[in-house]
């Protein structure tokens, strides 16, 4: 049993050494991580010509992670946005002859007051140096927790609500295409808070819910990656 305690680089490589040749397998129980992305880290990222970081060439087939703990907290938005994902399990496996690989993650989703988010689920398959192919499955219990995200889209944010989230997506050449389906429940806004959209926040609410309540959206987000270019389209 291995507990791992590290705070990531800001850009890590294409690991070399998952290779599909016969080889080991490495098992890791109850890892923690902590990730901080802050200004700083996202000026690093965006510089050209950053060297990558190779690992040994060391033939493993899978990994398989149980019980992780992974701490994010994006400082670059204003309020903070902090993630805690609990229970986390993970494998990446290795696919011979092509050299595919497959993997998938779930977990529990917490605050910083230790309290329930969510779910979150994700499985996929990609090549070294080649398409990603994946689904994300997201479970959020308080929409009030992205205000930082969600006041770069809509000018303001709501206050509670809750979502579900259905992302199919792909990446290929530097490009990325994700398709999602989210269905949203219980949002309301602070009062006379006006979105992008020149309307109050819970007018808009009442124009886009069904007669359950609830609010459906559809949309395509795409773009290149690293670029600034990615945007929302086709918008259901």
């Given amino acids: 049993r291995v ?3 590290a705070r990531m680089p800001p850009r890590l490589g294409a690991s070399s050494w998952l290779q599909g040749q016969p080889g080991g397998e490495l098992e890791i129980f109850h890892p923690q991580f902590y990730m901080e992305w802050t200004p700083e880290a996202r000026a690093v990222t965006a510089m050209a010509g950053m060297p990558v970081v190779e690992s040994a060439g060391v033939p493993i087939t899978q990994v398989r992670v149980h019980n992780g703990d992974v701490t994010f907290v994006d400082r ?3 309020p903070n946005v902090f993630w805690n994902l609990r229970d986390a399990d993970f494998t990446l496996q290795t696919g011979a002859p092509s050299g595919e690989k497959t993997f998938t993650l779930s977990g529990h989703l917490k605050d910083e007051q230790d309290r329930d988010l969510g779910t979150v689920s994700t499985r996929g398959t990609y090549l070294s140096g080649g398409p990603v192919d994946a689904q994300v499955t997201l479970s959020y219990l308080d929409m009030g927790k992205l205000a930082g995200y969600l006041r770069k889209v809509l000018g303001t944010a709501p206050s509670r609500g809750a979502m579900e989230t259905e992302i199919r997506l792909t990446v290929h050449q530097g490009v990325l295409m994700a398709h999602s389906d ?7 806004f602070s009062d006379n808070q006006m979105t992008t959209l020149g309307l109050d926040g819970n007018r808009l ?3 886009l ?7 459906h959206l559809s949309f395509i987000v795409a773009g ?13």
């Fill in 3 to 5: 507990t791992l305690t």
């Fill in 76 to 78: 670059t938005t204003v």
């Fill in 182 to 188: 989210v269905t949203v429940t219980g949002v309301v």
């Fill in 205 to 207: 609410v009442e124009l």
């Fill in 209 to 215: 819910k069904d007669h359950e309540g609830k609010i």
């Fill in 224 to 236: 290149k990656l690293g670029a600034g270019e990615i945007a929302a389209t086709d918008i259901d």
